[in-house]
C-alpha cells in the first residue's frame, strides 16, 4: 500500500475526534478546537507525502495543533479580540496552557469525546446541523464525504458546519456532559442524531439508490463508540442493537441490479450474522440495564426487541407476529406517532390478518398526520390487495409511487399497481 | 480481517509475557472504543490442530503440529472500516514490540464484488 494519501485520510479519520476533544478541552470552545484541528491537518498534508507518515501520529497532529494554539494565543495578546480570553486564561499563571494541551492526548480522552458528542448534538442546533457536526467531530468524516453521503453540494455542508460553531459559540453552550435532570433530554438528541443518520442511510429519501450503506456504517460507528463512552446507559445498547440488527440486512435488502427488497422476501442466509450476534449481544446488556433499574425499555430497545424477532425467525412464516404487535403497541404507548402506528398496523395485519391491520391504517387515514407519507398508501396498498380489493388497491399504490422522491421504491410500487388483483 | 501469524513462541505454546498481554488488551479496548472491532479471537498452537485434507472422495485427517510457523495463524480480529487503508493504519499500532510478528490483512468480500453493475 503505497498511497500517502490514503494512509493520512484513515490517520484523519482515526485521530481527528480525538484531537478535537482533547483540544476543546483546553480551549473550551468546540469551533476554536476544530480549526486547530483542521490547522494541524493541512501542515500534515503538506509535510506527511514527503517526510513520511510519522510513528506516532497522533501524537504529531497535537503537537502541531498545540504550537497553532500559543500563536493563536500570541497573536490575541496583541489584536485579535476574538481570542482575548484564552490569552487572559494563559497569562493568569494557574492554567498552563501549553502544559495542558501537550497532557491532553495523553489521558484517557474519553470524558471529552463524550463532552463533544453532546455538544455536536446540543438541541440550540437544528437538526441538519448537528448531524452535519457529528458525522464531521465525532465521525471524523470530511465536508466532501457528508455532503456526497446526503447529496448536497460541499459548500452547503461548510456553510452549515460554520453556522453549527457559530450558534454553539454565541450561545455559550459549555463543553460538558449534561447531568440530570437534563442528561435524559440531552442524550435522547444524541440518539436522534445518530438514527437519523442511520435512516438515512437505511432509506435514502431522495436520489438514484435504495441504501447507501456507507452512512448506516458511519451511524453504527459512532453508536458504539457512544456505548463505550456511556456503558450505562440502556437506551444507547437499545440504539446499538436496533443498528446492528438492521445493518445486518442492508446487503439483502438490495436485489443486484438495485431493486429494494422487502423483509419477507429477503434470504434470510445472506444477514450478517456477526452483526446479528452483536446485536443481540447489545440488546441483553440493555435487558440487563433496564431490569436493574426497574426503568420501562425505551423507544430504541422496543425496536431493537422487534428486530431481534426477526432476526431470530429462520424464515419469515417463522415470524412471531402477535409478539411483534404486542411490542408495537408498547411502543406505542411509550413513544407515539403515526410512523409507529403504520408499523403497527402492519404488524397486526401480519399477527390478526388484514382486516386488523386496515382498520389501524383507516385510522390513520382519517388522522390525516402521514397525508404525505408515501408508505401509508403502500401499506393500504398492500393491505386491500391481501383482501382481493384490486381496484382500490391499484390506486393506492399509484399514489405511493407519486409521493416517494426515491427512484427505486417508486419502481417497485408501480409494479405492485399493476399486479394488483 | 486482519490474522495474527503465529510465531515460534506461540506455536511452542509459552504464554506472552505479562506486560504484553496487557498492551495487547489496551489495544483491542482501543479498536472496540474506536467502533471498529467486530469479532476476535486467539488460537491454540497448531499442535492442537487438525488438518483435512481432500482428494476426490477420499479424506485424509493430519494431525498436528504444521512446521514453518509464519504460515500459521495464532488469532484473528475482524475490523470494519471504511478503506484498507485505515485498517493498516490499525495494524500499525498493534503493540507487537521487540518480537518477530506479522499481521496480514485480508478484505472481505462485500455485495458490490459480485455486482458487475456497479463501479464501472
Redesign the interface.
Known amino acids: 500500500m503505497s498511497d500517502p494519501h490514503a494512509a493520512i485520510d484513515a490517520v484523519f479519520r482515526i485521530e481527528f475526534p480525538r484531537l478535537v476533544a482533547a483540544l476543546a478541552r483546553v480551549t473550551r470552545d468546540v469551533g476554536r478546537a476544530e480549526e486547530l484541528a483542521q490547522d494541524a491537518l493541512v501542515v500534515a498534508l503538506e509535510r506527511w507525502p514527503v517526510d513520511g507518515v510519522p510513528d506516532n501520529p497522533g501524537a504529531w497532529l497535537m503537537t502541531t495543533a498545540r504550537r497553532r494554539a500559543l500563536d493563536g494565543v500570541r497573536h490575541a495578546r496583541i489584536a485579535d479580540a476574538k481570542h482575548a480570553e484564552l490569552a487572559r486564561e494563559h497569562d493568569a499563571g494557574p492554567r498552563d496552557v501549553a502544559g495542558e494541551l501537550a497532557d491532553a492526548l495523553d489521558d484517557d480522552i474519553g470524558d471529552d469525546l463524550l463532552r463533544l458528542v453532546f455538544t455536536a448534538c446540543h438541541p440550540v442546533l437544528p437538526t441538519e446541523a448537528r448531524v452535519a457536526l457529528t458525522l464531521r467531530l465525532v465521525g471524523g468524516l470530511a465536508t466532501a464525504e457528508i455532503a456526497r453521503a446526503f447529496l448536497v453540494p460541499e459548500a452547503t455542508i461548510a456553510q452549515r458546519i460554520v453556522r453549527a460553531k457559530r450558534t454553539l459559540a454565541d450561545a455559550r453552550v459549555p463543553f460538558e456532559v449534561p447531568r440530570a435532570p437534563e442528561r435524559a433530554e440531552r442524550l435522547a438528541s444524541v440518539l436522534e442524531v445518530i438514527y437519523l443518520v442511520f435512516n438515512e442511510g437505511h432509506v435514502a429519501t431522495a436520489g438514484a439508490s435504495w441504501t447507501r450503506p456507507e452512512l448506516c456504517h458511519d451511524a453504527l460507528r459512532i453508536a458504539r463508540v457512544l456505548a463505550g463512552l456511556a456503558p450505562d446507559e440502556p437506551e444507547v445498547h437499545g440504539l446499538v442493537a436496533l443498528l446492528e440488527l438492521s445493518a445486518s440486512r442492508l446487503t439483502a435488502r438490495t436485489a443486484r441490479d438495485g431493486t429494494p427488497v422487502l423483509l419477507a422476501d429477503q434470504d434470510r442466509a445472506s444477514w450478517d450474522r456477526v452483526l446479528v450476534r452483536r446485536g443481540l449481544a447489545a440488546l441483553a446488556r440493555a435487558d440487563e440495564l433496564v431490569a436493574a433499574r426497574g426503568a420501562p425499555a425505551g423507544p430504541y430497545h422496543l425496536q431493537a426487541a422487534i428486530a431481534a424477532h426477526h432476526a431470530r425467525a429462520a424464515t419469515a412464516e417463522a415470524t412471531e407476529w402477535p409478539r411483534i404487535a404486542a411490542l408495537y403497541t408498547l411502543l406505542a404507548r411509550r413513544a407515539p406517532s403515526p410512523i409507529v402506528e403504520l408499523n403497527r398496523a402492519v404488524a397486526f395485519a401480519m399477527a390478526f390478518g388484514p382486516d386488523a391491520g386496515l382498520e389501524l391504517v383507516d385510522a390513520l387515514v382519517a388522522d390525516g398526520a402521514l397525508a404525505a407519507y408515501h408508505l401509508l398508501p403502500a401499506v393500504r396498498g398492500d393491505l386491500l390487495a391481501k383482501l382481493g380489493r384490486g381496484d382500490e388497491a391499484r390506486a393506492e399504490f399509484q399514489r405511493a409511487a407519486e409521493l416517494t422522491r426515491n427512484e427505486r421504491e417508486r419502481d417497485v410500487l408501480l409494479a405492485r399497481a399493476r399486479a394488483a388483483p | 480481517m486482519m490474522f495474527v501469524k503465529a510465531t515460534k513462541q506461540s506455536e511452542a505454546n509459552q504464554p506472552p509475557t505479562k506486560e504484553a498481554i496487557l498492551a495487547m488488551h489496551k489495544f483491542n479496548e482501543e479498536l472496540?472504543?474506536?467502533?471498529?472491532l467486530?469479532?476476535l479471537g486467539g488460537l491454540t498452537p497448531s499442535s492442537r490442530g487438525v488438518r483435512v485434507q481432500y482428494h476426490g472422495s477420499k479424506r485424509t485427517v493430519i494431525d498436528g503440529p504444521f512446521a514453518e510457523a509464519k504460515e500459521l495463524i495464532a488469532g484473528y480480529a475482524?475490523l470494519?472500516?471504511?478503506?484498507?487503508?485505515?485498517a493498516?493504519?490499525?495494524a500499525k499500532r498493534s503493540p507487537f514490540d521487540g518480537e518477530e510478528a506479522e499481521v496480514e490483512l485480508r478484505p472481505l468480500f462485500?455485495?458490490s464484488d459480485?455486482?458487475p453493475?456497479k463501479g464501472v
Do not use: H
Request: no cysteine.
Open positions: 472496540e472504543k474506536a467502533g471498529v467486530l469479532d475482524l470494519e472500516v471504511k478503506t484498507l487503508a485505515e493498516i493504519e490499525w462485500d455485495a459480485f455486482d453493475g
